[in-house]
């Protein structure tokens, strides 16, 4: 969490990106330490049912203790029993998300693992609103997070971090996105005072980026735009001929690496990591 309240404070936002598998994870890692920048590893709806809760948190858990990065190993979109294993393992942030759920069983269930979560010293994030797949054709009024009830639950749940809807996919929508609901990202910080998270941030135009953290976004998630990094690496060297496998990950990574610097710089958490000492004691 101090590594968001640090974002907060400074007006950036930290990255939150996904891994697939350890060259994923490297790559992440590596982006992390070329750009000086904290970071979110996130074990989410891909690697689960691939490789299972449990072995992903290892995988990442070994390649990051490798490093010297300011990182928390973070669940993303967890489910209710997958939370509280993710606590047992030793996760060190966890999302719930909640958002199929209707608001009062969302506001029930997200203030119980609040409570759980905090027991260990955990921080978590909720969703509220719904975030649609990219190429839906949706009307946003339906999808908007609402500000009396980002108001209301985060009251009620004690939540650390809440991710919203404003206008973003998960995935990269096949036209231009409208422009983010920037009034309503900030509405929703003025009335809650936490830290706003924004999923599905592949494909959005920097400017728009740039303003919802101005708005309070300090969190921001980015998966497809690195995993399509890492696939032209390989694919590119596929063209090239018959090459070993082992080659073609290589270079993934590499591309991949690059990819995750630059997002930290779009974001401005790049040059903004704590010494591990540091960041352990705040």
């Known amino acids: 969490m101090a590594m968001v309240k640090r974002a907060q404070q400074g007006g950036y936002a930290v990255g939150g990106f996904n891994m697939h598998n350890p060259e994923t994870t490297q790559a992440l890692i590596r982006g992390a330490e070329k750009a000086n920048s904290p970071i979110f590893l996130q074990v989410g709806r891909a690697i689960v049912p691939h490789l299972g809760l449990e072995e992903a948190f290892r995988m990442t858990r070994h390649e ?135 999923h599905g941030a592949s494909g959005v135009p920097l400017e728009d980026l740039r303003a919802a953290i101005g708005a309070g976004i300090h969190k921001l998630n980015a998966d497809t735009d690195l995993r399509h990094a890492f696939r032209r690496g390989v694919e590119q060297t596929w063209a090239l001929g018959d090459r070993q496998f082992e080659v073609a990950m290589a270079e993934g990574r590499r591309l991949m690496i690059d990819a995750t610097a630059e997002k930290m710089t779009e974001y401005g958490c790049a040059g903004m990591a704590s010494a591990p000492e540091a960041a352990a004691i705040s």
Do not use: C, Q
């Open 64 to 198: 990051l203790d490798k490093s010297n990065v300011e990182a928390a190993i973070h669940l993303d979109h967890g489910t209710y029993d997958e939370v509280f294993l993710a606590l047992k393992l030793g996760f060190d942030s966890i999302m719930f998300d909640g958002s199929h759920l209707s608001f009062e069983d969302n506001v029930e269930a997200t203030r119980h693992i609040v409570a759980v979560a905090h027991s260990f010293g955990v921080p978590v994030e909720a969703e509220l609103g719904k975030i649609p797949d990219a190429g839906t054709d949706v009307d946003w009024t339906d999808y908007y997070t609402k500000v009396d009830e980002a108001e209301e639950f985060v009251a009620k749940t004690g939540v650390d971090l809440l991710a919203v809807s404003a206008g973003v996919f998960h995935g990269i929508p096949p036209t231009r996105p409208l422009p983010l609901a920037i009034d309503r990202i900030r509405a929703i910080r003025d009335v809650t005072g936490i830290p706003l998270v924004l």
